[in-house]
């Protein structure tokens, strides 16, 4: 505790930027990720449009659940992006970790 009484602790403060630099990072990377499942997305589209890769029943099965599997991504990364990025400010992480605490 800093002079006075009323001060933050400096672990506190370096603490504060760790977290916050881990958020950004995670934020940032699934974003990223968020960008590569859009992109095998609509490559797979693609495929379902060649006759001769749409007839094939082995490609098409794989085509579908590589689809769905891009598109689960895309929904799990939109929830993450969207719950964590509120999280960047260590009071609402707190409370949230008080929450979930047992």
Same mark, same amino acid.
């Given at each position: 505790?800093?002079?006075?009484?009323?001060?933050?602790?400096?672990?506190?403060?370096?603490?504060?930027?760790?977290? &916050?630099?881990?958020? $950004?990072? !995670?934020?940032?990377?699934?974003?990223? #990720?968020? %960008?590569?499942? /859009?992109?095998?997305?609509?490559?797979?589209?693609?495929?379902?449009?060649?006759? &001769?890769?749409?007839? $094939?029943? !082995?490609?098409?099965?794989?085509?579908? #659940?590589? %689809?769905?599997? /891009?598109?689960?991504?895309?929904?799990?990364?939109?929830?993450?992006?969207?719950?964590?990025?509120?999280?960047?400010?260590?009071?609402?992480?707190?409370?949230?970790?008080?929450?979930?605490?047992?």
């Amino acid at each position: 505790v800093g002079p006075g009484g009323g001060g933050v602790s400096p672990a506190l403060v370096r603490f504060k930027y760790s977290w &916050e630099a881990f958020v $950004d990072s !995670l934020l940032r990377e699934w974003k990223t #990720l968020n %960008l590569t499942s /859009a992109l095998l997305a609509s490559g797979i589209l693609t495929t379902f449009q060649v006759p &001769e890769m749409s007839d $094939d029943p !082995l490609t098409h099965t794989a085509a579908l #659940l590589s %689809l769905i599997c /891009a598109i689960m991504s895309l929904s799990y990364g939109c929830v993450f992006i969207v719950r964590f990025g509120a999280m960047r400010s260590m009071g609402k992480a707190s409370r949230w970790a008080e929450v979930r605490v047992f």
